[in-house]
């Protein structure tokens, strides 16, 4: 009886999305119960790990879970899924909402648990920006990996000035905001739905296969540093 009572709550969250009005499914998206009736296995695993989080420290799994913890607001879903909320954001993102129900609808949704990337990477990163501009335009070499983004060029153009680090800036390297030109983004280093074990003491990245090829990356676009963090290749 449970699982009938589910089909039918799910076959009426995707008559909600494909038939409503925008307005309406743009505020129902809101709602993690919402998400989590038509998204199956990974999302409500995902929601779970959420609901973990702020019962116990030690239940934290991943990023995202991690941000329901320490938001000083009520976290949902959505804030890393709708962009910069403007109005071009929130129509990507109920055509992206659209494209996932066609998807169920045929079957053919991703049940990966573990996911390591994104259909839209931009609009993923427009959302991490949104609480984050701060991170990027501290200056000196212990925040490199972020004040040579390109991204920190960003935040220095939305009214945020570089800040020098604790103790002050030491010797001529990284006294400026985006020098470097690299394709990286927030995601290249950042996966939210993906379970490290201790992942709070690496502030849930994933150092040998993620992190360190994605400094490696920079470097090699860059041509400076070292070239071979990972010991593995050449």
Known sequence: MRKIRGFWWVVVALGLVLLLPFPVVSKLEEQD???VACHLAPEQTYVLRSQMALQEAGALMDLASDHYRVSETAFR???CHRGDDSPAH???TFTLGARDALIWLSGQAD???E???ASDPALLEASCLKCHLKTLVELGFNNHYHNQLPQALLAEQ???E????PGGLSGDLFIRLGESNTTLTCLACHQAHVSIPDGELTLFMDVDNVLLPACEQCHRETGAGPQNLSG???
């Open 111 to 113: 049940e990966t648990i």
């Open 33 to 35: 119960a919402f998400c």
């Open 115 to 117: 996911k390591g990337t």
């Open 77 to 79: 879903c959505i804030d």
């Open 158 to 160: 939305a009214g945020l």
């Open 90 to 92: 929130r129509f990507q």
């Open 162 to 165: 570089p800040v020098e680090p």
């Open 232 to 234: 593995s290749g050449e």
